[in-house]
């Protein structure tokens, strides 16, 4: 069965940071492209940064360029995402998801919240 | 980038009736699209790609359609579980982009 397991949301104060993590199992982890979506408080879904199989390759929304940072172990089956200078519209629920071909994602983690907030 | 928009924004429909969603994108994305269901307090499912492709375990009731810039979401039955969000993604172009959602609730 296929899993991916968030961790490392919270609570932060605006322009500290937090490193989300995503566990995967029941699957070749080191075979698939990976990507972080997040979810603003009763909105849509944004695509936020994806990764190549051997972390050679990581693209990211423009708006986010320089504040955050995808990257992956596959020794340990894990993607993360380190979040620096967190503004208040960063505030989701972020997911970490499996690509499919061009672009879909088969497969989600259970998302975690992430709040930035005094 | 490519705009996705969804139509109607809330769909009315009772339980074991068809439901038609549509999709429409600024500009062709070929059949770069995905669909998606979310229930509240869950990620996301996908349950087609490529325009008309049902992804693993996705019931047949669930059928998409289309191509360029026009697509459509069908639920030929709905059953009580499919009263949901249901989003569209398009990634034929960078950076990919989903459509604002559409409601499917109990008429």
């Known amino acids: 069965e296929v899993r991916l397991v968030q961790s490392g949301g919270g609570l932060v104060q605006p322009g500290g940071s937090l490193r989300l993590s995503c566990a995967a199992s029941g699957f070749t982890f080191r075979s698939h492209w990976m990507i972080w979506v997040r979810q603003a408080p009763g909105k849509g879904l944004e695509w936020v940064a994806n990764m190549d199989q051997d972390g050679s390759d990581k693209t990211y929304v423009d708006s986010l360029k320089g504040r955050f940072t995808i990257s992956r172990d596959n020794a340990k089956n894990s993607l993360y995402l380190q979040m620096n200078s967190l503004r208040a519209d960063d505030t989701a629920v972020y997911y970490c998801?499996?690509?499919?071909?061009?672009?879909?994602?088969?497969?989600w983690g259970q998302g975690t919240p992430v709040t930035v907030s005094s | 980038e490519i705009v996705m928009t969804q139509s109607p924004d809330t769909l009315s429909v009772a339980p074991g009736e068809r439901a038609t969603l549509s999709c429409r994108a600024s500009q062709s994305v070929s059949t770069n699209l995905a669909w998606y269901q979310q229930k509240p307090g869950q990620a996301p499912r996908l349950l087609v790609y490529?325009?008309?492709t049902r992804a693993t375990d996705i019931p047949a009731r669930f059928s998409g359609s289309g191509s360029g810039t026009e697509f459509t979401l069908t639920i030929s039955s709905l059953q009580s579980e499919d009263f949901a969000l249901y989003y569209c993604?398009?990634?034929?172009?960078?950076?990919?982009?989903f459509g604002q959602g559409t409601k499917v609730e109990i008429k």
């Open positions: 998801a499996r690509g499919l071909g061009r672009g879909s994602l088969d497969f």
């Open positions: 490529d325009a008309s």
């Open positions: 993604q398009q990634c034929h172009k960078w950076p990919p982009t």
